[in-house]
Every structure is written in structure tokens, then in C-alpha cells.
């Protein structure tokens, strides 16, 4: 995967083309293996048919590269407004006149090929958009988070399972502590060198941060059980006033796809019903209800700022690194990510990614819940449209880090950052908590 010293243009032509490969044989596997009524229809109004996405994927693909980077004409210019993300809702997308599936896939077939010879062709340097190949990765990285949603769309679709995969490693070493102290002082947020990075983990800046315990792992489904079965769900104590507030109004008693049979709890998981297994992760928990478990358990969610020290801060040589477990790319030893696996691995995964702190599964099996809103950093300029992430900046947006296992490598890494509404929970997201260390 490409780091900061990928300058040889011939390496990168071939590692962007690996990666446009890698995403649209994802993308294919998510599409081809259901029937065209099943991509045509809508799941759940929460998100877009899946055909909407497979042609909005060539969409974006055609405006980046072909145009703005190649100078083409348009292909169909009367389709643009269908898949402007901003133009419709996802509520609305089913009533659209959209491409059906096979002239979805032909579309963009049709767009992938000119982008080759395109690539082909491409000095790489000499423009903002090129140097490094930046609006390749860009759009690879689009077609990876498209391929995250259409994964949790199959999540909220009904019926008999489509997808399989193996299950993750089991953790193989003992009992871990439940929690690593991160020392106070500063540390280096955000990036000015990952190459690919988006606009909002840009630019790098020191953050000092008093100290704090983190956990070492992410909260699992026993110990989310310990919170229902003390009554976590029926006690405004923990709750904020909105969250509350929604927790009523939507009447959650329990994470999205469980139910309750004869004293047990089971999920349903990509159409197979099976109990709920208390060493996984918590997944499918909104906001409000990770920051109300947070305070039941007497502590709080970590802010980002947090999140990215645990993740990324080497103590002895004082520097921020890529990913928790080094430079490196991830690799299948390091984290759960790239759906290779169609859940969440046992809390205490994965040592080969812990961070120097000692901290575990920062990267990969479940979104992060973090107590921050998405804003920008200090400096922080629009980079190359503001619809990617400036329109969302404010209060609405809770951040979530870390990446799930739906999330690609090439889409990941330590200064990545999500966002999403603090109700949502049909995204892959659990969480992990914190606390002060007491002064002196
Ligand atoms: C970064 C995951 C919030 O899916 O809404 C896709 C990514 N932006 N197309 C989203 C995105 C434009 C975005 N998230
Ligand atoms: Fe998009």
C-alpha cells in the first residue's frame, strides 16, 4: 500500500491499479450475488438501493478522474443529478429514474476502462490532484467506503444470507488489564505527509493532553449485557437529556439485530440468527447509548484526541506514527479490516497491532464512538471540494475512529476520521472508554 516514500511513478501506476482492482472486485462480489430486484429495492429508507450506489460509484469515478483530472466531456450528463449525493436523500432514491443494473455495471465498466488509459498516461506529479496520485486514492477510498455501505445495507436487508466468510482469530494470550494510563504531554495529531489523507485529517498539529486511562479494548457484548441487565436502558441517570430523549421515542432496549429468546440474547448477522457472543465487540450501539453505558460504568467516552495518542504516539522516539503497531501497512496479523471477515474479533485480538501503550484492536473490527464533534483542525483547509467533509462540521456530528472490519486498508489508518449522527447505529460502530488519572 502506498506511504509517503511511493515516488517512483511506475510503483504507484501499479499499486493505484491494484487498488481500483481490489475495490470493484469488492464492489462486485456485494452487487453479483443477489438477484436485480434485490439492487433495485430499498432495504431500509436509511440507505440507498444498492444499484444507486454501484452507478454513483462510476459517477464520482467519471467527474474526478476523467474530467477534472483528464479534461473529457461528460458521458451522460443527464444522470449526474441522480447521483448527486446531495440532490436526493436516500429516502427518495428508489423513486428515481435510475440506471437499471446492467447499465449501472456497464456504466461503470465503461469509466474504469478510459480510467486506465488515462492512468497509463498520467505524469502523477506536476498538479495538486496528481502528485501522488492523490485523486486515484481518493476516488479508491470512495469506492471502499461505498462498499462499507452497501455492506451494512446487506446487514439491514431481510431474508437468507448471501455473504460468507470465515470467523477472525480467537485472542490468544490471557486476561489483559482492563485499562493502559497514558501519560500526559503532547503529541502530534492529524498528518501534512500520509499521502492519500483526506482534507479533515489535515494538517498536523500539537495536541497536549493531560493524563488518562484508556481501555485496552474495545467494550465487548458481556460486558454491554452487565449494563442491559442492570437496568442501564430504563435509568435517565446515565443518559444525556437527547439521548433520552430518542432512547423513548425510538424505544431501544438493546443494539440494532438483537432480540431476546428465552433468556438469551441472540443477534441476526448477515440473515444467520445465532446468540450473541459475549467476547466479541459491541456493535450496532449509537452514540447515546456507548456515552450511557460510559457513565453506568463510571467513566466517559475518550475524545479523538485521545483515540489518536493511544493509536498513534511513539513515546520513546516522540513521534506520531501511521498506524499503532508502526509504518507499516496493515497486514492480515495486525487488524480486522478489508471484510475478510463478516464480524468482529474477540476482544483482546490481534497483539501484533497493539500500540506502544499496549492498547488493542484501535484498528479494524468496530467503528469507535468518540465523545468529539467533527470539526476542523486548527488550519484546516478544504481539500479539493467541501461537500467531503467541511458542509458536515458542527455539533450534529459525533467522530468515530478506527475503521470496522468492513473497512478497506487502503481507507484506514491512524488519522482517518468518520462521522456520523449520534442516533446512528445500522454502521458498524461500538466503542472502548476512558477516564481521567487523577492529578499529582
Ligand atoms: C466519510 C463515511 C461519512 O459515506 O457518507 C462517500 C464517505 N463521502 N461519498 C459517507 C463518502 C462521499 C462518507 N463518510
Ligand atoms: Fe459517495
Not at 487498488?19 to 462480489?29: H, I, Q, S
Request: aromatic share 10%; proline share 11%; net charge negative.
Amino acid at each position: 500500500m502506498l506511504n509517503a516514500d511511493t515516488t517512483d511513478p511506475a510503483v504507484l501506476r501499479e499499486l493505484i491499479a491494484a487498488e481500483l482492482e481490489a475495490a470493484r472486485t469488492r464492489t462486485a462480489g456485494l452487487t453479483d450475488c443477489v438477484e436485480d430486484g434485490e439492487l433495485t429495492a430499498q432495504h431500509s429508507p436509511l440507505m440507498s438501493p444498492l444499484v444507486w450506489d454501484l452507478a454513483h460509484i462510476g459517477n464520482q469515478e467519471e467527474l474526478w478522474l476523467l474530467r477534472n483530472v483528464g479534461g473529457r466531456d461528460p458521458m451522460h450528463p443527464e444522470i449526474d443529478p441522480l447521483y448527486d449525493a446531495f440532490e436526493h436523500p436516500r429516502a427518495e432514491r428508489p423513486s428515481l429514474p435510475l440506471l437499471p443494473p446492467d447499465q449501472a455495471r456497464a456504466y461503470a465498466h465503461e469509466v474504469r476502462g478510459r480510467v486506465f488509459d488515462l492512468l497509463a498516461a498520467s505524469p502523477l506529479e506536476g498538479a495538486p490532484l496528481l502528485d501522488a496520485g492523490f485523486a486515484f486514492g481518493m476516488i479508491v477510498q470512495h469506492e471502499q467506503q461505498h462498499d462499507e455501505t452497501m455492506l451494512i445495507t446487506h446487514q439491514l436487508r431481510t431474508g437468507p444470507a448471501v455473504l460468507t466468510a470465515p470467523p477472525p482469530p480467537p485472542a490468544p494470550d490471557g486476561p489483559l488489564p482492563a485499562e493502559v494510563l497514558i501519560p500526559a504531554g503532547p503529541f502530534t495529531m492529524g498528518t501534512d505527509t500520509e499521502p492519500w489523507a483526506l482534507d479533515n485529517e489535515r494538517p498536523a498539529h500539537r495536541v497536549d493532553l493531560p493524563a488518562y486511562w484508556l481501555d485496552t479494548t474495545p467494550v465487548s457484548n458481556a460486558a454491554y449485557q452487565e449494563f442491559i441487565a442492570d437496568g442501564g436502558y430504563r435509568d435517565p441517570r446515565w443518559w444525556t437529556a437527547e439521548g433520552w430523549a430518542h432512547r423513548q421515542r425510538a424505544g431501544l432496549e438493546a443494539p440494532l439485530f438483537w432480540s431476546r429468546e428465552g433468556g438469551q440474547w441472540l443477534r441476526r448477522r448477515f440473515g444467520t440468527v445465532e446468540p450473541v457472543p459475549g467476547d466479541e465487540p459491541v456493535l450496532h450501539v449509537s452514540w447515546y447509548e456507548a456515552d450511557a453505558y460510559a457513565r453506568w460504568a463510571g467513566r466517559r467516552l475518550p475524545t479523538e484526541a485521545e483515540w489518536e495518542k493511544a493509536a498513534r504516539h511513539d513515546p520513546v522516539a516522540d513521534r506520531s506514527r501511521r498506524y499503532p503497531w508502526g509504518d507499516e501497512s496493515p497486514g492480515p496479523e495486525h487488524a480486522n479490516l478489508g471484510q475478510r471477515h463478516l464480524r468482529p474479533a474477540p476482544v483482546g485480538g490481534y497483539p501484533a497491532g497493539r500500540s506502544p501503550y499496549g492498547v488493542r484492536q484501535l484498528i479494524g473490527d468496530v467503528w469507535e464512538w468518540t465523545a468529539s464533534d467533527f470539526t476542523g483542525y486548527p488550519g484546516f483547509r478544504v481539500w479539493p471540494y467541501k461537500e467531503y467533509s467541511e458542509v458536515f462540521f458542527g455539533p450534529e456530528y459525533k467522530v468515530l475512529r478506527g475503521g470496522s472490519f468492513a473497512v478497506a486498508p487502503v481507507a484506514c489508518r491512524g488519522t482517518f476520521r468518520n462521522w456520523d449522527y449520534p442516533v446512528r447505529r445500522q454502521i458498524f460502530s461500538g466503542f472502548r472508554t476512558a477516564r481521567d488519572a487523577e492529578a499529582g
